[in-house]
């Protein structure tokens, strides 16, 4: 067979607002709101430069039923460019842009295969007489797609390698909508050379063999979205085996960071922390900027109140007057627990204590706890204080 590239994209959710930031500035606004259409230009730019025979969208393109104007031009152009290359693009409708109810008033150049919705369908990729792949996929109907749509996927091409494009939640995973629930088993019975898959936003392989992937968002869109975000290129060989390259794409990336103020008593201990655990994250050439949000932990003597945090995440902040790549800390959490107080307890009765109590152990003062004197009394406090500690505690995860 003929060796071709592809790009795996999924959820894109063009247009989509940030979410849940704590606080801005007018220098980051405007690119945090152009941040999803700049990841898809980047997105295009490079399905041109790989050369690419196609590019499969899993679902999620618009971040709503009703995608604002804007988004709908930004595609279109996007399309067009690919259309000029005589690239063609394949898009399964997921939950966030169904097919039967998303609301576009453009018109989608030929070279976008649109799957129908709730029925499998399928066509070749050409290229020069030669027969490179077949690509399949369905679209949602409706947002909620409850049946298993995996199990319509059946190979009927002759085609020497066939991609299947699902927006789907494969292995149940919590956290997300179980929509088109399928299992792992599902999808490689079927007999495809690459899932190319959508609506996890966390990019991951399921399986190696055949290739089950979920290429991730375009661009982080809230705090749990965090690191790179972009897409894959699929370069597949003469033997038909696949090798996977992560492009990252979105400008703006969203990071989480603990720092740990344990024993500290001033704010240049935690601004001193805090600026070295901010200098890894710092912007990537690609990139145009990086949204923080810090979470203080350990027990520190400090007063944390919203004022001197906001306070805190403007200093720790790049220079808002300066061009080019922030680093904004959009919020800092204050998760620090009060320093012990008093004499502690000592020896094998604080550890038990300690470990069963967990923060519970920030309020214990010896002075208020009634020792008993003998030895069944001793016994049944201490019964008593552990089924209370037990209350308090999260069973184990495990
Ligand atoms: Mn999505």
């Known amino acids: 067979m003929k060796p071709f590239t592809f790009i795996h994209a ?9 979410l849940g930031l704590g606080r801005l500035e007018p220098r980051v606004q405007g690119r945090l709101r152009d941040a999803s259409l700049e990841a898809f230009d980047r997105l295009i730019d490079l399905t041109l430069k790989t050369n690419a025979a ?23 152009d996007g399309m067009r460019r690919l259309e000029q290359a005589s690239v063609p693009v394949f898009w399964a409708h997921g939950n966030h842009d169904p097919f039967g109810s998303l609301s576009t008033h453009v018109h989608w150049p030929d070279n976008v295969v649109r799957f129908p919705a709730g029925r499998v369908s399928w066509q070749r990729v050409e290229r020069a007489e030669d027969i490179l792949c077949a690509v399949y996929g369905i679209s949602y109907p409706t947002a909620a797609v409850t049946e298993p749509y995996a199990r319509q996927f059946l190979r009927e091409d002759d085609a020497p390698f066939a991609v299947a494009v699902l927006h789907a939640n494969v292995g149940g995973q919590p956290g997300h909508d179980n929509y088109a629930p399928a299992s792992l088993g599902d999808l490689r019975a079927a007999g495809f050379n690459y899932w190319a898959l959508g609506h996890i936003h966390h990019r991951g392989t399921l399986s190696d063999d055949p290739p089950v992937v979920y290429a991730g968002n375009l661009q982080g869109r809230h705090v749990r979205e965090t690191g790179h975000k972009g897409a894959y290129v699929v370069e597949v060989d003469a033997a038909g085996r696949t090798r996977l390259t992560f492009a990252p794409l979105g400008p703006v990336r969203w990071e989480l960071l603990n720092v740990d103020c344990d024993g500290f008593s001033g704010w240049d201990q ?9 200098e890894p994250l710092r912007p990537a050439p690609h990139e145009s900027g990086v949204v923080v949000r810090i979470q203080l932990s350990g027990r520190a003597n400090l007063p944390f109140d919203a004022d001197a945090l906001g306070d805190l995440a403007e200093r720790l902040s790049s220079d808002p007057e300066r061009d080019g790549p922030f680093c904004f800390v959009e919020s800092i959490e204050n998760r620090t627990r009060r320093p012990r107080q008093g004499t502690q307890p000592e ?37 008593r204080l552990l089924a209370d500690a037990l209350d308090e505690v999260e069973p184990d995860a495990n």
Request: charged fraction near 25%; avoid cysteine.
């Open 10 to 18: 999924a959820d894109l959710h063009l247009d989509s607002p940030m």
């Open 54 to 76: 196609f590019l499969a969208m899993a679902g999620d393109v618009f971040d709503h039923e009703t995608p604002s104007l804007r988004a709908q031009f930004r595609l279109l």
């Open 270 to 278: 935690v601004e001193e922390k805090a600026l070295a655990a901010l």
């Open 347 to 383: 020896g094998l009765w604080a550890e038990v204590i300690s470990r069963i109590r967990g923060p519970a152990y920030d309020n214990w003062n010896p002075a208020q706890v009634r020792l008993p004197l003998d030895r069944e009394a001793a016994r049944s406090e201490a019964l």
